[in-house]
């Protein structure tokens, strides 16, 4: 039995992908300069002349949107702000990306702790018993809102076979299935069954590089290949990172939410012997 709840501020299922999806990516840029080494790569080009284009469009689109009413200032002067606006514009982006590296913010950021059970990457279960009754819509609620506390949560629709997803960063998630087994006199087993998950974008660059590799390698193309590869390793292990650090946050908010509520959580040893 799927019980799903609807508590406030969380994104629709449609949303997953577009809120995983990274802010700006920059690797077209370098591997079309890996087009030197395999010819193939060259077709990133127009990729990365279309976004050069589009940044600098909206860096000038900036600084003549700049309004300077009520000051009396010369038109060169008013020129010589505009580009100075416009050139922000353009400093932004990387100013936002050294603000995350020194921050530790970003996709590259590994988990504090890491435990056995969320280091695999299949799926996984949490069990916990309760001796106090509640409806099957109140622990799900309850649950989103303990998650929702440190990270973003996706609810599924009726349609999915997951009731919410919680982020662990733009490389992965995990979806949670909940159900709730009654055994009499108000007592109650809540079951959770994880799932990870890697969102379209991962998936889509991860399978690009490695098909890169074994073509760039067929072509003898050995530099480009070797590239490529570091990219597809990247991808895997920040996939993996994600998927950890989210799994990491929900069993926090498990853990907040038994201790709240009088939950007795199950080994999974305990759960095998059953």
């Known amino acids: 039995m799927q019980a799903h709840a609807d508590p406030p501020a969380v994104t629709t299922d449609h949303a997953v992908d577009a809120e995983l999806a990274p802010d700006e990516p920059?690797?077209?840029?370098w591997l079309t300069l890996l087009g030197l080494a395999w010819s193939p790569l060259l077709w990133f080009g127009p990729i990365v002349l279309a976004g050069v284009a589009l940044t600098l469009i909206q860096a000038v689109r900036g600084g003549l949107a700049a309004d300077?009413?009520?000051?009396?200032?010369?038109?060169?002067?008013?020129?010589r702000l505009r580009a100075i606006i416009a050139f922000l514009?353009?400093?932004?982006?990387?100013?936002r990306l050294r603000g995350r590296i020194q921050h530790g913010i970003g996709p590259w950021r590994l988990p504090p702790r890491t435990t056995p059970h969320d280091a695999g990457p299949g799926a996984s279960a949490r069990t916990y018993w309760s001796e106090t009754w509640r409806p099957a819509e109140d622990h799900l609620g309850a649950i989103v809102a303990s998650v929702e506390r440190t990270t973003p949560v996706v609810?599924?629709?009726?349609?999915?076979?997951?009731?919410?997803?919680?982020?662990?960063g733009m490389f992965g998630v995990v979806r949670v299935q909940t159900m709730i087994e009654e055994h009499g006199a108000g007592r109650q087993l809540l079951r959770l069954r994880?799932?990870?998950?890697?969102?379209?974008?991962?998936?889509?660059?991860?399978?690009?590089?490695?098909?890169?590799?074994?073509?760039?390698?067929?072509d003898g193309a050995w530099l480009a290949?070797?590239?490529?590869?570091?990219?597809?390793?990247?991808?895997?292990?920040?996939?993996?990172v994600s998927i950890s650090s989210a799994r990491r946050t929900l069993d926090e908010a498990l853990a907040h939410y038994a201790d709240s509520n009088g939950l007795r959580p199950i080994p999974a040893r305990a759960r095998s012997r059953a």
């Not at 920059?26 to 840029?29: I, K, L, Q, R, S």
């Not at 290949?225 to 993996?240: D, E, N, W």
């Open 26 to 29: 920059h690797t077209p840029a």
């Open 68 to 79: 300077f009413t009520g000051r009396r200032l010369t038109r060169g002067v008013r020129l």
């Open 89 to 95: 514009h353009l400093l932004q982006p990387l100013a």
């Open 155 to 168: 609810l599924g629709d009726d349609f999915a076979s997951w009731d919410f997803a919680v982020r662990g």
């Open 194 to 218: 994880i799932r990870p998950f890697a969102p379209a974008h991962a998936a889509v660059a991860i399978l690009a590089s490695a098909l890169g590799v074994v073509a760039a390698g067929m």
């Open 225 to 240: 290949a070797a590239a490529l590869a570091c990219v597809a390793a990247a991808g895997l292990r920040l996939t993996s």
